[in-house]
């Protein structure tokens, strides 16, 4: 059994991070799980929330994501992410600046799919700015 996990984390427009861990702790749609080398071979939806990563060398060690999906090997983690962005690089400001876009946004939206798709927007948001602390 390898002593690491190969750990990718892809946006739609490019690859953010490629690193050996001997962790990956994701927020999964049915609760947040871990993968260490060796897990058993499965794929996940994920919401949003924080990846930490464990014992890389190099990358950031928590990263948000807007939500996505992961596909788990026993010696491979690729999470294809729908927005990332490291912890570290987060600002407050610009995100509490968006949270009061989007409910801007919510409260102009008619009902049905337009105001789903806006409170989803807004809960993203709030998520996001409650990781960046």
Not at 63 to 75: L, M, S
């Amino acid at each position: 059994m390898a002593d690491k996990v190969a750990f990718e984390l892809v946006s739609p427009d490019r690859l953010l991070m490629s690193v050996e861990a001997d962790a990956v702790a994701m927020p999964g749609m049915e609760g947040d799980f871990g993968v260490l080398p060796g897990h058993a071979p499965l794929m996940s939806a994920l919401r949003a929330g924080v990846i930490e990563v464990e014992g890389a060398s190099d990358g950031p060690d928590r990263v948000y994501i807007a939500g996505g999906f992961a596909e788990v090997a026993a010696d491979r983690l690729v999470v294809l992410a729908e927005e990332a962005v490291a912890v570290a690089d987060m600002d407050r400001a610009d995100i509490e600046q968006r949270i009061q876009d989007a409910n801007e946004e919510l409260s102009n939206a008619e009902e049905g799919e337009q105001r789903r798709l806006a409170e989803g927007k807004v809960g993203v948001l709030q998520e996001m700015l409650g990781a960046a602390r």
